[in-house]
């Protein structure tokens, strides 16, 4: 399972996740399975002024995320992420391997 | 417009395009701007307060017609579409998302301006066309003293301004006077409904709150090269705060509404300033001429 995950560093599996979705500093594509890391790019959308959320989701289902991990998207993200069947798991503070954890906690 | 180019009507008074702004709301913009063209001969009204028009209420028209106000926003059909993104990549908006995996196309109409390049750039015939979608109603009447025009959103509408623009381009009528009841706030659908007036009446009450909101909407007022004069509403004849900004500024104080329990029970029945304090009409024809007269 691949996960997309909006951070505000860029520091491997401690980059911290950033406080907000769409306007995340860069974003993370990892996989779940084999606890890897994919990519990490900078977000190119985040000083657009409307709908940057909907290009960010546009991008994760792209990638073939089936997880979002990170702050809650806002309502339209969220419509995107219903469409492509992708699973969000909100998460606020903390690392990526933080957030890993509590994933496969749950 | 500017001043210098005002046309003259029948009567050959000048006809000017003037509109009531406040910033803060509730200081009695409609109140006055209704009874402002109602001590006026041929003249249009406009509410442009489009998310909650009332000046119905005072002016009391008589409405003839009712026109469904339409915008064009995009209709993909995804059985044509190809997902090539070109559509979504070129809004300025970000209301479309294409997800070319899953054979879907989003449209976020809240997010949409109209502007129509989506449709410009689909490289496939018919996947993408343009759709009407209603946004609000215009309702036309008469009252005695000329036309009554107002616009009202739809509930849920995100943004006034098309609705205000779309007024102001089809029913302003140059050789006309027009009273334009603006609405509160100091934001675009203010700032659409000023653009082609030639004199901006602000209408404040002397309170701290009243205070701030003008200080925002002169901003505006300057910013656009208007000019423009205060009425202060509610006046007890302690407006000390509101008077010393307006002389640090250079705006003149051109009319006062004193603070009265007569006039607050009489708007209170919906009965509009001038049948509530005699004399008042003369005085807002005078007020008129003389804002005509520079």
């Known amino acids: 399972m691949r996960a997309f995950i909006a951070i505000s560093e860029d520091n491997g599996v401690e980059s911290k996740i950033d406080s907000r979705f769409g306007r995340g500093s860069y974003f993370m594509v990892y996989d779940m399975e084999n606890e890897k890391i994919i990519n990490v790019e900078a977000n190119k959308f985040r000083d657009e002024g409307h709908g940057v959320g909907i290009k960010t989701a546009g991008i994760a289902v792209e990638k073939g995320c089936t997880l979002v991990i990170g702050a809650q998207p806002g309502p339209k993200a969220e419509q995107v992420f219903n469409e492509g069947n992708v699973e969000i798991f909100v998460m606020t503070e903390g690392t990526v391997s933080d957030a890993v954890r509590k994933y496969k906690e749950k | 417009m500017l001043l210098g180019s005002t046309k003259k009507n029948r009567q050959g008074t000048k006809t000017m395009k003037i509109a009531v702004i406040s910033g803060k709301g509730g200081t009695g913009k409609t109140y006055f701007s209704t009874s402002l063209a109602m001590s006026l001969e041929d003249v249009d009204f406009f509410d442009l307060d489009v998310e909650e028009p009332n000046g ?16 064009l926003v995009p209709e993909i059909d995804e059985d044509r579409c190809t997902f090539c993104k070109k559509c979504a990549d070129a809004c300025a908006y970000n ?12 449209f976020f109409p809240e997010l949409c301006h109209s502007c129509g390049v989506c449709s ?18 215009i309702r036309k009447g008469k009252f005695s003293k000329g036309n009554f025009i107002e616009g009202k959103l739809n509930i849920g509408e995100p943004s006034g301004v098309p609705l205000i623009s779309g007024i102001m381009k089809d029913h302003l009528d140059p050789e006309r006077t027009a009273i334009i009841d603006s609405p509160p706030g100091t934001s675009c659908p203010v700032v659409e409904s000023i653009k082609k007036a030639d ?3 602000i209408v404040t009450e002397p309170t701290p709150f009243g205070l701030s909101d003008m200080k925002l909407v002169v901003e505006i007022v300057k910013d656009l090269g208007k000019k ?8 007890r ?37 001038i049948s509530t304090v005699p004399g008042i009409e003369q005085k807002l024809k005078r007020l008129y001429e003389d804002i005509s007269n520079g």
């Open chain 2, 56 to 71: 119905y209420i005072f002016i009391k028209p008589v409405i003839s017609d009712e026109i469904q106000y339409n915008l």
């Open chain 2, 120 to 137: 410009f750039v689909c490289p496939v015939d018919k996947a993408l066309i343009e759709v009407e979608k209603g946004i609000g109603i």
């Open chain 2, 95 to 106: 209301a479309l998302s294409i997800l070319p995996q899953l054979k879907k196309a989003l």
């Open chain 2, 237 to 273: 004849g302690d407006s000390k705060i509101t008077e010393e900004f307006l002389r640090k500024s250079e705006i003149p104080i051109i009319f006062r509404i004193p603070y009265s329990l007569e006039i607050q029970r009489s708007y209170s029945k919906g009965i509009p300033l």
């Open chain 2, 228 to 235: 423009t004069g205060v009425v202060i509403n509610k006046d």
């Open chain 2, 199 to 201: 004199y901006v009446i």
